[in-house]
C-alpha cells in the first residue's frame, strides 16, 4: 500500500512539474521570392512587399493576431483578412495599430474599391491606415487556419502606359489566392503554406495539439493502472 501510494505521489509530482507549453507560430511572404502578387508600382518597384504574421495562443486560449504588411510607395487604404462566413465583430477584441475603422462582410471583385482582387472573400476589413508599413494586432478566440489576403493603396500608381486615366492602382493579394473551400486545411505551421497566411477561421482546432502535460498525464495515470493491476 506504502509503495503504491508513493508511485501515484511521484508520477503526480512529476506532472505538475511539466509546464503547459503554449503554441506560436511565425511566417511571412514576400513579393520577391513570388509569395505576393499585385498591380501598380507595389508589385513592379524593385523594393517588393513584405506580409509578416506572428500568432501566439493566450494563456486564457484566446490566440493574438499580430501583422506587417510593408509596401514600397504609397499608403494603405485598407487591407481584408480573411475568415469564416460566421465570423462576428464580437470575436475580434484587443485590437490595435495602424488601423481605425473595422469591418466584417463579403468583398469581391463586385466591388470597385477592390482593384484587381482575384475573387469574392468573406473578412475583416481594417481601414484608414497610413504609411508605407501597416501593423496591426488583435486577439480572438478564433483559431488560426490558412487563409487570403487583399490590400489596396489609397493613392494611385504613376503609369504612363496604364491606360486613359494614365495611372493604375497599387493591389495586393497572396500568391496562393484561392476560392473560400479551397484554402489549405493543413494545421497551423511555422511558414506558408501554398502562399497563404494565418488567420483566425474555425471555432474547432485543427490542430491535433494536445499539450505535453495532457500527453504525459495519460501515460502517467496508465502507469498507475498497470502498477495496480499488476499488484493485484
Known amino acids: 500500500m506504502m509503495a503504491r501510494r508513493l508511485c501515484v505521489a ?5 506532472m505538475l512539474a511539466i509546464p503547459t507549453v503554449a503554441a506560436a507560430y511565425v511566417g511571412s511572404l514576400l513579393s520577391t521570392t513570388g509569395g505576393i502578387d499585385g498591380t501598380g508600382n507595389w508589385i513592379t518597384d524593385p523594393a517588393g512587399m513584405s506580409f509578416e504574421w506572428e500568432v501566439t495562443q493566450n494563456a486564457d486560449n484566446s490566440w493574438h493576431y499580430s501583422y506587417v504588411f510593408t ?7 485598407h487591407f481584408i483578412l480573411e475568415v469564416s462566413d460566421n465570423f462576428t465583430a464580437n470575436e475580434i ?17 463586385d466591388d470597385p474599391s477592390n482593384p484587381g482582387i482575384p475573387g469574392n472573400m468573406y473578412g475583416i476589413k481594417f481601414e484608414d491606415a ?14 488560426p487556419v490558412w487563409q487570403d489576403f487583399y490590400s489596396k493603396d489609397g493613392v ?10 494614365g495611372s493604375i492602382t497599387n493591389a495586393a493579394w497572396n500568391t496562393g489566392f484561392s476560392l473560400y473551400d479551397d484554402d489549405p ?10 502562399f497563404h497566411v494565418l488567420a483566425p477561421d474555425s471555432t474547432t482546432d485543427p490542430v491535433p495539439e494536445p499539450t505535453t ?10 502507469s498507475v493502472a498497470v ?3 499488476r499488484r493485484k
Not at 10 to 14: K, P, R, S
Open 185 to 194: 486545411t493543413a494545421p497551423a505551421a511555422d511558414g506558408s503554406i501554398e
Open 71 to 77: 509596401h514600397p510607395v504609397g499608403e494603405t487604404s
Open 130 to 143: 497610413a504609411g508605407l508599413v501597416t501593423a496591426f494586432s488583435f486577439d480572438s478566440f478564433r483559431v
Open 227 to 229: 502498477f495496480r493491476r
Open 213 to 222: 502535460l495532457m500527453l504525459l498525464g495519460s501515460g502517467l495515470l496508465g
Open 156 to 165: 494611385a500608381g504613376d503609369f504612363a502606359d496604364a491606360g486613359p486615366r
Open 93 to 109: 477584441f484587443n485590437l490595435q495599430g495602424d488601423v481605425g475603422n473595422v469591418e466584417i462582410g463579403e468583398f469581391g471583385v
Open 10 to 14: 511521484l508520477l503526480l509530482a512529476a
